[in-house]
């Protein structure tokens, strides 16, 4: 009896053990410490490989963390300031002090919230939103102040302005639990004539615009908005907010973009003042009655897009890879004003958006399961990014344009492109699993 049953408490052991060692054998590094190292440094090859290697063969784990947010960092609510360079990391801001490039969170830990982006882009506008970011905050948004550089002439939004934006999104979007989807911007004066540069170039990333006081008729304005891209806004709702009495050519301006709006039944709601100036028109408690009625489409099934510069090319899950000639540049448009009296009309103003447009890339493409039609002009090369919300990976993908078939094949998941593309925007919510590059001509 006692050799039995040592012989049975013996068998219990080993079979303990070897549980216990195949236990150990199957734990698997946590993706977690190393996906935060990366969204840290979205910029560091070297962490991204380390992630890449990481994930091959955890994909669906991989994509589980990156449309979620339990692993960001859990910020307490308050002021958080970072350099305009976007590579040192967010540290509080003293109370009462004034600075751009601010992060107000409406609380702490990692309730997901929504974002307001803030355009003051003259300093004496940054107090004021500042605490508009703090009303933001009581209805439970996080807000996002982008600095101001003023950069190149004129009251239009600089080239090194709208990176400001898009690195500043992204920082904010890799470290935050924001929603993607929910990202919306405004601006006031020179502020409100970036939120129509911005958002008419970079329509795929907001949920809404709110411009204010501002137009996409400015100094500018031909080698930008003006009103060549107002086409773009197919789907992006624009509330728009100006005084009767203000300069003639924000009136004017927003006048005809609500007007080509409605006429194209784009969502667009006119909140004209018609005894205010140039002033703060709307309120904090109007923007968010609009924004909570309006979430982004993260991939529309119809798409129109008109671009110049490779980086306004990306439009949801297309992007202009290479473009027919070369873009309109500054020159044309010194050239272009010099031809065109002091103080044109709107009538004037169409001519002139007529002339750049012709310079412009475009693109319309429709897309029904896994058939793509597209129309381009001065496109030579495509990227169709898709993944399993858009497309089925048992059947062909098949792109057609002028009724000649572009490309047709099966397409497989690549989680490296999904990492490099998710460290790219921060955006969990639109991942990626791969591109489709083709040739339009």
Not at 304 to 320: F, G, M, S
Request: net charge positive.
């Amino acid at each position: 009896m006692k050799a039995w049953f040592l012989a049975w408490v013996w068998g219990f052991v080993c079979l303990a053990t070897s549980e216990t060692l195949l236990a150990e054998d199957a734990v698997e590094p946590s993706l977690i410490p190393v996906l935060q190292a990366a969204a840290a440094d979205p910029d560091d090859v070297a962490k991204f490989d380390q992630l890449v290697v990481l994930a091959q063969e955890r994909a669906d784990e991989l994509y589980g963390l990156l449309s979620g947010h339990f692993w960001k960092n859990p910020l307490e609510s308050g002021w958080y300031h970072t350099s305009v360079g976007h590579q040192d990391p967010w540290v509080p801001l003293a109370a009462g002090q004034i600075q751009n490039n601010v992060l107000y969170r409406s609380q702490g830990g990692n309730a997901v919230r929504p974002l307001m982006v803030m355009l003051p882009w003259t300093t004496a506008i940054t107090q004021n939103l500042m605490r508009e970011a703090e009303a933001f905050a009581r209805l439970g948004y996080d807000s996002v102040v982008v600095p101001a550089r003023q950069v190149g002439k004129g009251w239009g939004a600089s080239e090194e302005e709208h990176q400001d934006v898009l690195q500043t999104l992204r920082r904010v979007l890799l470290l935050a639990p924001i929603d993607p989807d929910r990202v919306y911007m405004t601006g006031f004066s020179r502020g409100g004539h970036g939120s129509w540069d911005v958002g008419l170039r970079q329509t795929g990333r907001f949920a809404a615009i709110f411009p204010r006081a501002g137009t996409m008729v400015h100094t500018g304005g031909y080698v930008r908005t003006g009103g060549v891209f107002l086409e773009n806004a197919h789907d992006l709702p624009v509330m728009v907010a100006w005084g009767m009495k203000d300069a003639e050519a924000i009136a004017e301006g927003n006048d005809e973009a609500v007007r080509r709006l409605t006429k194209w039944k784009y969502t667009v709601n006119p909140v004209r003042h018609v005894d205010r100036a140039h002033e703060r028109v709307t309120t904090v408690a109007d923007m968010h009655a609009f924004a909570s009625a309006h979430s982004r489409k993260a991939f529309p099934e119809r798409l129109v897009k008109v671009a110049n510069t490779p980086w306004d090319a990306r439009h949801y899950w297309l992007e202009i890879a290479r473009r027919l000639g070369e873009p309109w540049s500054e020159k044309e448009k010194l050239r272009l004003s010099a031809k065109t009296p002091p103080a044109p009309g709107i009538a004037t103003r169409r001519v002139v958006w007529r002339t750049v447009a012709k310079r412009m890339c475009r693109i319309e493409a429709v897309r029904k399961g896994n058939k793509f039609q597209i129309k381009t002009k001065r496109v030579k090369r495509l990227r169709l990014l898709w993944n399993r919300e858009i497309i089925d990976e048992s059947k062909p993908v098949v792109v057609k344009a002028k009724g000649r078939e572009l490309f047709r094949s099966h397409v497989t998941r690549n989680i490296a492109f999904t990492i490099q593309e998710f460290l790219r925007t921060g955006d969990g919510a639109r991942l990626m699993d791969g591109e489709i590059v083709f040739d339009v001509k």
